[in-house]
């Protein structure tokens, strides 16, 4: 059974950071992609980042492209995601999970979602 942990969401200003963490269970994390996705409400759920097993083949939705930054430490089986410069727009429930795929993943590869964390972004 997958176990996905989230953390780090929270209420932050327009231009703000937050750095969101996923701690996944060791076998799923060691033979996985991973990902970040996110879901405001009323909209489907949007493939924010992507990122292989070795961390080299990286994805990034064209919304967030250049604002944030994903990535992985293996040793501790978690996955990041830095948001730096954040909009409004960003407001929405942020979920990881793993990909079926170790190196090449899509969006549609990615079956099994965490609790989730909000991030809201306001003045």
């Known amino acids: 059974q997958v176990q996905l942990v989230e953390s780090g969401g929270g209420l932050v200003q327009p231009g703000g950071s937050l750095r969101l963490s996923c701690a996944a269970s060791?076998?799923?994390?060691?033979?996985?992609?991973m990902g970040w996705f996110r879901q405001a409400p009323g909209t489907e759920r949007e493939f924010v980042a992507g990122i292989d097993l070795g961390g080299t083949n990286i994805y990034y939705a064209d919304s967030v492209k250049g604002r944030f930054t994903i990535s992985r430490d293996n040793a501790k089986n978690t996955v990041y995601l830095q948001m730096n410069s954040l909009k409004p727009e960003d407001t929405a429930v942020y979920y990881c999970a793993p990909s079926r795929e170790k190196y090449y993943y899509t969006a549609r590869s990615f079956d099994s979602w965490g609790q989730g964390t909000q991030v809201t972004v306001s003045s």
């Open positions: 060791g076998r799923t994390f060691s033979n996985s992609a």
